[in-house]
């Protein structure tokens, strides 16, 4: 045991690292107003304060924020798994003339950044009328989902024995039977892999909002909370406040779910 | 232009939502008809009713407006769009459904068609279309003041290569030029990614020996991972605040005097690069604790008994069995932090801001969407992705190199 002090020294300044600005927002957000431009350095406030939470709450537009952002990732994990869990399952299992060049077209999409696409994208969206919609941000924010979420179930179903659906098949079962009731109870893990990845995805994105969202009524979390965080001065307790409450719920899921997350990505990334 | 443009935009409008809720219902429809069949053209008609309105609402009089002017934005009711899209993936609903009848029968590609068309529908028009259009506007001369006459449907004419040669020539911002925001992605992205590695492969391998309290140790070092991205940046850069952030504040605790982080230019890149480096540490250990994991026992047993000292079973054995896990995980990092634009963009503030610290694809977003130069910034992205694209081929080679020097 004496031969791991070091070991323990180390991962405990590593950790404090880690957390010491997650401590630190917290620590921002319960402090009274009066006492935010403290220029001396203190990690545990001397007077505490909730008045920041219920300001958030009450004179920001903040569930209006989180209720955009809801609907939006709702929206685009849904699109994601629905649409390419039955792409990915035709890509897999069927053999047709264009697929060797769809499947080069889906991993070249995987390296491009959405900025890269998003000055024509913008303009499509225009001709569409659907800048300031949520419906803009959900079609932009397939163009990363998408395709990530394809070679992924298409990487999961390539490893589901192709017998058990023909066993299906000859017990009666058509061939979209066999996809809904053999094949998708099988792939669970890595459906919810896929709709994680759309989540996370969706619900923290900010660039792409910024640029099709223009009305503050339908701004999503990140836009909103970089209205606070944009003048500095005045409500630097209210960013915190919101910043606390917008990411426990997160980072309680991420933890949570961390351990699929990252064969998902890795699976990505091995195939990819 | 106005009632063909509008009928245009409402049906590929109408094509689009409609394709995801045609994915959905296909799948019920076909379900539905093949196992309770007397529910099906109910259904069918419950469904098709939404149609009715939307097409009563988008094709009678003066339903919608072309946009002519940019400021006009479309603002339709949240009941109407959802019986546009309802009904249209409704149509086309049914339309698969009986397709799906016909072609599983006969036809050797109608099941995959069906599968694969309203997601291939999805990226073309969201992937390949934006695309080629980007290469026409590379082409053209589109600009804050030239704008105005395309959108009243002036055609966008043709000016050859100059915008590809002014991406090199002129500054994409207001001084940076191309060459230093190119060697600007190059630093920021070998920086980080080697801080990444270094640290990750280092808590990694501590974090695999067995000690007591691994659980909370490694739950607390992916917190920079687990918190939203976008609050991670925004409370360092309150961090990095010159007067009131915590770095000055400890800097000058050791009697260090204060930097000024948010103007000046070398200070400002390596506040980026530290909350980059932050920010990207978890996932290289974690990706890097699973393959240290997945390495067998007996693999150290038999060097220890070899004689190995530690530092020769780590070049020996563990460098060598980790590379499977290092080449994809730093592929996928490198590419990340080049294409990383939330941290340079959200750290150097709003609207142009402080170009000291921007790299290629910031510089993109900005020349796009802060200056307006359309032609320009289209013919900046086709350069990126060609660079991209390149570095992309390179790693490929080099992790298919290394991928078959293994299999040997």
Known sequence: MKKNWWVHGILWVACFMSVLPVLRVIAVSIRPGDRLFTTEFELIPKVTTWSNYTEVFTQTGFFSWLGNSLLITIMTAMIGVILSATAAYGISRYKFPT????????????????????????????????????????????????????????????????????AAQVDGLTVVGSFWRVVLPLSTPSLAIAGLFSITQAWNEYIVARVILQSSEKYTWPLGLFELQGDFSSRWGLFAAASVSVSIPVMIVFLYSSKW???????????? | MDSLAAVTQVGLLLAFTAAVIAAVEVALFVFIYRYQSRFYWPLVLGMAL????????????????????????????FWESLSLTWGGGTFLGVLGAGLFFKTTIKGRYGVPAMMIAPAMLFVSLLVVFPFFFELRLAFANLNLYSIGRWIQGEPLGFVGIDNFINVFTSSPLQTATFWELFLRTILWTFINISFHVAFGLGLALLLNRPIRGRAIYRTLLIVPWAIPQVVAVLAWRGE????????NQVLNMFGVSSVNWWSDPVPIFISC??????????????????GLQSIPKTLYEAAEIDGAS????????TVPMLKPVVIPSVTLGTIWTFNNINVIYLMTGQDGGNESADILVSALYKSAFTYSRYSYSAAFALVIFGILMGLTMMWMRVSGGTSRGVAK
Not at chain 1, 103 to 120: D, R
Not at chain 1, 138 to 149: G, H
Not at chain 2, 51 to 76: E, I
């Open chain 2, 240 to 247: 990095f605040h010159p007067q009131f952030g915590m770095v």
């Open chain 2, 310 to 317: 530690i530092i020769k079973q780590f070049l020996e054995v």
């Open chain 2, 273 to 290: 690069c530290i909350v980059n480096i932050w920010l990207g540490i978890p996932f290289m250990m974690i990706v890097f604790l699973g």
């Open chain 2, 50 to 77: 939404p149609l009715a309105y939307g097409a009563a609402k988008v094709f009678g009089k003066g339903a919608v407006a072309a946009p002519d002017d940019l400021s006009v934005v479309a603002d339709p009711t």
């Open chain 1, 261 to 272: 997350l990252l064969t998902g990505l890795t699976v990505g990334s091995v195939k990819g």
């Open chain 1, 99 to 166: 697929r060797s060049a769809l499947l080069v077209l889906l991993m070249g999409t995987q390296m491009i950044p959405v900025v890269v696409l998003l000055l024509p994208l913008y303009f499509i969206l225009r001709r569409l009328n659907l800048i300031d919609t949520y419906s803009g941000v959900i079609v932009a924010y397939s163009v990363t989902t998408l395709p990530f979420c394809i070679w992924l179930l298409k990487g999961y179903f390539d490893t589901v024995p192709r017998s058990l659906e023909e």
